[in-house]
């Protein structure tokens, strides 16, 4: 199993563009989620998944979208780049709400 | 809403010694997990240990093993024998029992050890 995996590892944007951080994990697992980690602050809950089909929000989901159309895929989209948005982003799975989280090994993101 | 949070920035240890990590949680659930996770420079994080609120025997993992208060909300993290790999960010994690979303995490304890 390769867990999950996330693409791409390191990504620049400039002010205003647009991208999409992908996801995808091999478990068969039904929970989904995003994180952001900014120095200092730990790790945020953006968006998350229970199920294909099925997203709602985290603690800061302001200007990120996210969709959920297979078991495996979980993308998430940034509709126009801000500088805030620079930070490290993680994608995580789960099999049941009570278990272990399996993390991606992350995307660095900066924008300019 | 759940909080958790870590006093200690840093901490240093030298190795082969032990050290512990303190975490603290406010949840208004009944059931509920908590977690230590390690964050090495490779950035992956990594699951140390987890304690299950309903569980009154702590938890071990070989080297690691927690000191879990429910009365007081106290989760600590105690490293035994400290290894140079040991080096991380942990950071503590609280999984609500009564809902889908994902994990609250801590602000995480940069760990350092002196050979």
């Known amino acids: 199993n390769a867990g999950v995996t996330q693409t791409p590892k390191f990504q620049v944007l400039k002010t205003g563009q647009s991208m999409t951080l992908q996801c995808a994990q091999d478990?068969?697992?039904?929970?989904m989620s995003w994180y952001r980690q900014d120095p200092g602050m730990g790790l945020r809950l953006i968006h998350y998944?229970?199920?294909?089909?099925?997203?709602d929000q985290g603690e800061v989901p302001n200007g990120y979208n996210v969709s959920r159309s297979t078991t495996e895929d979980f993308p998430l989209r940034l509709l126009s780049a801000a500088p805030s948005q620079t930070s490290v982003y993680f994608c995580a799975s789960r099999r049941g709400y009570l278990n272990e989280q399996y993390f991606g090994p992350g995307t660095r993101l900066t924008v300019t | 809403a759940q909080t958790v949070t870590q006093s200690q920035p840093e901490m240093s240890v030298q190795e082969a010694e032990t050290v512990t990590l303190s975490c603290t949680y406010d949840?208004?659930?009944?059931?509920?997990?908590l977690f230590w996770y390690k964050q090495p420079p490779s950035r992956q994080m990594i699951l140390v240990i987890r304690?299950?609120?309903?569980?009154?025997q702590n938890a071990t993992e070989n080297r690691f093993s927690v000191n879990f208060q429910k009365a007081a909300k106290s989760f600590s993290l105690k490293i035994s024998d400290s290894q140079l790999g040991d080096a991380a960010m942990y950071f503590c994690a609280s999984n609500s029992g009564g809902g889908a979303d994902g994990l609250t995490f801590g602000k995480g304890t940069h760990l350092i050890i002196q050979p």
């Open positions: 478990m068969n697992h039904e929970y």
């Open positions: 304690q299950e609120a309903y569980k009154q």
């Open positions: 998944s229970v199920g294909a089909g099925i997203t």
């Open positions: 949840t208004s659930e009944s059931d509920y997990y």
